[in-house]
């Protein structure tokens, strides 16, 4: 059964400094994964995600994720955080050839100040 | 145009009532889930119906009963509501059976509160 740890329950970091939000999933089969933002108030929505090929994967807003076989990992990062990027982050996995439902972590609540 | 809408946006209720949350998709989805997120923030998936067939049907009381007329909507009813169903209830479509490659567009949420 697949799983996914967010280390992070809260990351706060200065507006224009470079963020880390980590995500680690546990499977035994190949795997899709995602990460997904929410705003206050509203539903997920989609950032990027990684299915096959490329392993740097980038969002239009500046984000971007490298999935890492050997670790297990598929962190999200931003070289410089604006204001407006103040949410909840979840990343989620997949099982391709299983059941496709995805397992979400905890989620990383990205805190950015003035 | 909102893309998966869900009616009502914030519902308060008292323990034992009766109540339903609608949800509507226009993006010709095939498929539909609702979501139960804790005040963790936990995600936990309940119920997906493709092309109004139920598909999924994770370990919910079953005082919880799915509704799909017709492929865009998908609607909740909760019977005997209880203080422990309090949480934000997401309604989610797919353009493939499970989600797959494309990901999931998620409606805003539904603010349950039982008092």
């Known amino acids: 059964a697949q799983s996914v740890t967010q280390l992070d329950s809260q990351v706060p970091v200065f507006e224009e400094a470079p963020v880390e939000l980590r995500c680690n999933y546990s499977s035994s089969v190949s795997v899709y994964l995602f990460w997904y933002v929410q705003y206050p108030n509203q539903g997920l929505q989609l950032l990027l995600k990684?299915?096959?090929?490329?392993?740097l994967v980038e969002s239009i807003n500046g984000f971007e994720a490298e999935f890492n076989k050997s670790q297990t990992s598929f962190h999200l990062r931003k070289p410089s955080v604006h204001i407006s990027d103040t949410a909840e982050y979840f990343c989620?996995?997949?099982?391709?050839?299983?059941?496709?439902?995805?397992?979400f972590g905890r989620g990383t609540s990205l805190i950015v100040h003035p | 145009d909102t893309a998966v809408s869900q009616t009502p946006k914030y519902l308060v209720t008292q323990m034992g009532n009766d109540k339903s949350i609608k949800c509507e998709q226009n993006l010709g989805h095939d498929t539909m889930y609702w979501y139960k997120q804790d005040s963790k923030k936990f995600l936990k998936i309940m119920f997906s119906y493709n092309n109004k067939e139920l598909i999924i049907n994770e370990t919910v009381p079953n005082r919880f009963s799915p509704k799909s007329p017709d492929k865009a909507h998908l609607n909740l009813h909760i019977n005997s509501l209880e203080l422990g169903d309090s949480a934000v209830y997401f309604c989610?479509?797919?353009?493939?059976?499970?989600?797959?490659?494309?990901?999931?567009?998620f409606g805003s949420g539904t603010r349950l509160t039982v008092v």
């Open positions: 990684y299915l096959s090929g490329s392993t």
């Open positions: 989610a479509s797919s353009l493939g059976r499970t989600g797959g490659a494309d990901g999931y567009t």
């Open positions: 989620a996995v997949s099982e391709p050839g299983g059941s496709y439902i995805p397992t």
